[in-house]
């Protein structure tokens, strides 16, 4: 391990994984061939499917799933709260027992673009692509493409063949 890369011994790294310096991974899966950059956390239980690559200053927080072919812009944040708060009813501070994590899944061959932040509770389908800037609040279908806050379809995509099976 670089003294520039904190790497847990729980990460399960695939063949040919490419890690810029200056990442945070811990508890997570990263499937062959996928390219990590620099200043990128994966918390626990996250999930990095083969040949996706996944741009700097990026967050991928416990319970999000990305398949195969996936890629992920500069700085996207993923959430994995509905509702989140430091304390509890009774005013303590909360433990990982008191929340509970929400899943998000990006499908296979997927683009998210930069400064994209991805709600819990989603699916981002086969092959769509995520404009830069936009906020994921709900299900996005295959084959699309959205963008906004909240991200809105503006067309689907005719040739989805650019992804590799």
Known sequence: MSAFQCIAPDVRLGKG??????????????????????????QKNARIGRCCKISSHTFICEGVEIEDNVFIGHGVMF????????????GELKTEADWKVEKTVVKK???IGSGATILSN??????????????V??????????????????RFLRDTKRVST
């Open 17 to 42: 994984v490419k890690l810029s310096k200056f990442i945070n991974l811990y508890g997570c899966e990263i499937g062959d061939e996928t390219k990590i950059g620099a200043f990128v956390e994966i």
């Open 79 to 90: 959430i994995n709260d509905l509702y989140p708060r430091a304390t509890t009813t009774t």
């Open 109 to 111: 061959g997927a683009s």
């Open 122 to 135: 989603v699916a981002i389908g086969e092959n769509s692509i995520v404009g830069a800037g936009s906020v």
């Open 137 to 154: 609040t709900r299900d996005v279908p295959a084959n699309v493409i959205v963008a906004g806050n909240p991200a809105r379809v503006l």
